[in-house]
Every structure is written in C-alpha cells, then in structure tokens.
Nanobody, 125 residues
Framework: QVQLVESGGGLVQAGGSLRLSCAASGRTFGGYVMGWFRQAPGKEREFVAAISWNAISTYYADSVKGRFTISRDNAKNAMYLQMNSLKPEDTAVYYC??????????????????WGQGSQVTVSS
C-alpha cells in the first residue's frame, strides 16, 4: 500500500523557518517527479514546488521562489521542503505528492497520483 507521510509542520513567527519532510512507503518513487502543494482555508490547493526524479531540475511558484528550497533523497524515498523567511500568507496545510501523468504540468494538481495527508504550517505575524 502506497503511503506518503508529511512531517515538520508547526507554528512559527513571521520571518522564521520550517523544514517539511515527506516519507514514502509501499513503493519506490525514485523515477518520478515529486511535488509540494498547499491549501489555505477557503482556497484551492495550489502548487508550491516540484523536483525532477534526479533532483537536477526544480520548479517553484512565484510566491515562494527565493524563500523555499525543495530537495529529495531517493535512497531514503524521501522529499523535503526547506521554508525560510516565512510569511503569514504561507499559512496552509502542505501536501506532498507524486506526479504520474506525462501529459500534465508539474504545477497541475491533476497530474499527481499519490498524496499525503497534509501537514499544517501556521505563520503568525
């Protein structure tokens, strides 16, 4: 059974940092693009970042570019999101996901086949 589990969320003051982790089990995702999405209350789930299978290419939403860094460790079947200079508008539930559709963009949530349960990130002002 495939399972993605996020961890590392919490409450932080504006300007602070958090590091999210995503641990995958049930199968190996070393050959797949993986990504992070987030969903704030009353808003749609939005793309945050994605990383190619070999970690050579990374993609970011404009809103997080320069502040967030995505990385992965295929040997551990894990992915990470380092979040720096956090802002109150970064408050959301963060989800990790595995991309499975070659015909859909990495920023399109419809292209992701597997999702974690989410980790709450709250940034206070």
């Amino acid at each position: 059974q495939v399972q993605l589990v996020e961890s590392g969320g919490g409450l932080v003051q504006a300007g602070g940092s958090l590091r999210l982790s995503c641990a995958a089990s049930g199968r190996t995702f070393g050959g797949y693009v993986m990504g992070w999405f987030r969903q704030a209350p009353g808003k749609e789930r939005e793309f945050v970042a994605a990383i190619s299978w070999n970690a050579i290419s990374t993609y970011y939403a404009d809103s997080v570019k320069g502040r967030f860094t995505i990385s992965r460790d295929n040997a551990k079947n894990a992915m990470y999101l380092q979040m720096n200079s956090l802002k109150p508008e970064d408050t959301a539930v963060y989800y990790c996901a595995v991309h499975g559709s070659p015909f859909r963009s990495y920023s399109d949530r419809g292209g992701y086949d597997y999702w974690g349960q989410g980790s709450q990130v709250t940034v206070s002002s």
